[in-house]
């Protein structure tokens, strides 16, 4: 985006036919995504938003700015910033030159010279690791074969309108053989460029590869846009691995509307960690499609939900191989008039014989303000196969409150605890750096302090 | 305890406005019910069975709507399944804001006996409530097979081996069901 830096392109609010069109000029794009852009534009006209889940009126597609450049800054200065998202920076610790840049004051962060070192070394490997933008013109012929194959424009209206509309994100390619010990962090990339609106990011992995690629990050990230409609797609060959985390923390006047998907080949893995906490309204079901004999899903998510947020999340997995397993395992909390939502799909093709797969949902009401509801759908087409759902809806013990209270600890810190156990199986699963910040992070939630 | 069988009555919306033991119970149904709970001290027990054979296709929807708190709703239905049998289950349980210390409960469970059924399970729940307590859990899958081996190496036939399996899988509502109700007959035991 770096090359947009003096060009005449300013669009306002709003979205029309010949936005995308300059759009995609603007970015010397080859015809065939210029014309794949025009086409997701007519069917995103052409959608009706869905007419199931949270509420989503408060939208409105005219009020949003629909490109940002890499130099516009959402505010000027630090104290321009809210306040309760600064005092959220100093409370979970993070240091100030981050502090800037996540709150969008300086667009330049001081990870430079460790991100080069590691693209070094990344580099020896084969391994491609961009932005979207970058890729499409040094590596035409991956995107293309690639770009919109798992999610198409067509998928619904939030994918054609990414489609239409999209900018950064991240590519991720890992030829075959290769097994990163390192997660790729989207947060070393994106230090020239701001967080995208409309992020398109796919990655890659070949036949016995391995990567852990992590997104987003613990402090809130502060902007002014309120739509966040990206699109993921993971592509899992034979014998490969993939994990994808992500801490997503957006501040609350966001609407979160994402679109996930991955396919996986014969004997390979796909894992998604998804930890929701920000967002005004979140809805984001991350899909696994295992198309290959023994190829296996893992889902593990944390929802929480606090002061009218309304998170809307939860897992599909499609088996259409035989022999192939998945599992969800989904923790919500509620709070302070908060919603969680648990959707999700299970669906077990007349081909996937001998599969299995598990999904469990355990909710947490905090206070009588809060709602919590469940709706998962499990279509069976084959007998041998194994389906088992559960889910609990409960709140806070109130003797264990009390046996910590007789212990001497405070009730907000019990109740902190108590949380931070709930959610401890998956948060374990999460590098470290994070898993502390998330603790933090959900001390302060529940507490308004960290102590 | 109240009894209410549903394959005899054509009601299919139920208002429980007085405390009490109640059970609810039907064999191969189709349809939607609502059961609403607006009196507290209420204990429900909803217990279904399905056999499906052939081209059978139940649809069926149920709502355990709590209104009223301290009350408690079971809900258990079994279903085996042969030849090309359809199911579509959904079951919903609602807990409104004012029916604290509700417990509700959600199960339905599944036995294909051939690869042509379809089950399609969705039970959903929506907590308005904080101090509540509900579970639900749906299991589709084969018999077991090692029971089935069991069973066949003691001299059994398949077919009978898998009756017998299957016998004591709906034998749990099947015999709570004869327990209250001494005049019922059915079918439910004798497929062969």
Redesign the interface.
Known sequence: MKLLKNNQFKPGQGLSENFVTQLSKTKKEQDWMRKQRQKAYDIFLKKSLPKWGPSLENLNFDRITYYIKATDKPVGSWNDLPKDIKDTYDKIGVPEAEKNFLAGVSAQYESEVVYESIKKELDKKGVIFCDMDTALKKHPDLVKKYFGKLVPAADNKFAALNTAVWSGGSFVYIPKGVKLKLPLQAYFRINAERFGQFERTLIIAEEDSEVHYIEGCTAPIYTTASLHAAVVEVFVHKNARVRYTTVQNWSKNIFNLVTKRAQVEENALMEWIDCNLGSAVTMKYPSVYLTGKKARGEMLSIAFASNSQHIDSGAKMIHFAPQTSSRIISKSISKDGGRTSYRGLVQIM?KAKKSATYVSCD?L????K??????????????????????????IGEEKIFYLSSRGIDKNSAEGLMVNGFIEPIIKEIPLEYSIELNRLINLEMSGSVG | MKLINLNKTTQTNFDFDNPGDYFVYFYNLSGKYNFNIKASGINLDISGVFIGNEKNNFTLQTFQNHIAPKSKSNLLIKGVFYDQAKFNYQGMIRIEKQAQQSHAYQKNQNILISDDCVVSSKPDLEILADDVFCTHGSTTGQLDKDQLLFLQMRGLSKKQAQLCLVDGFVSEIVDKIRMYDKGYKSSLRSRA
């Open positions: 007349p909710a009401l905090i206070d009588e809060s709602r919590s509801d469940t709706y998962p759908t499990m279509n069976i087409k084959t007998s041998d196969t194994k389906v088992q759902h559960e889910a609990t809806v409960e709140k």
